[in-house]
């Protein structure tokens, strides 16, 4: 099994920055990808951004110029650095990991958080 344990959520004025974390942890024989998505309430889970084990980056448009991720492979943790919060930016901010647990094709994990808390106040 893999978990993830995220981080640094919390309540922010608008202009603030806050920095996320989640570390993974369990059987993990090789990671792909880690990355965070948002949910606000009413609305679909949307990305946020995404690292993969390349180094390549994906950002939401919501969050591009603002946010940034990444990762400390060896420790199998990612970071969002967020600035410029908006009262838009408030959600429950999800990270997710995905790759292998062993060395086999089949043995596929893809894992969310448990989701932190952001508040982003006007």
């Known amino acids: 099994q893999v978990q993830l344990v995220e981080s640094g959520g919390g309540l922010v004025q608008a202009g603030g920055s806050l920095t996320l974390s989640c570390v993974a942890s369990?059987?993990?024989?090789?990671?792909?990808?880690m990355g965070w998505y948002r949910q606000a309430p009413g609305k679909q889970r949307e990305l946020v951004a995404v690292?993969?084990?390349?180094?390549?980056?994906e950002y939401g448009d919501s969050a591009k110029g603002r946010f940034t991720i990444s990762r400390y492979d060896a420790a199998n943790t990612v970071y969002l650095q967020m600035n410029s919060l908006e009262p838009e930016d408030t959600a429950v901010y999800y990270c997710?990991?995905?790759?292998?647990?062993?060395?086999?094709?089949?043995?596929?994990?893809?894992?969310w958080g448990q989701g932190t808390q952001v508040t982003v106040s006007s």
């Open positions: 997710n990991a995905r790759g292998y647990r062993t060395r086999s094709a089949y043995a596929v994990f893809d894992e």
């Open positions: 690292r993969n084990s390349g180094g390549g980056t």
């Open positions: 369990g059987s993990i024989f090789s990671m792909v990808a």
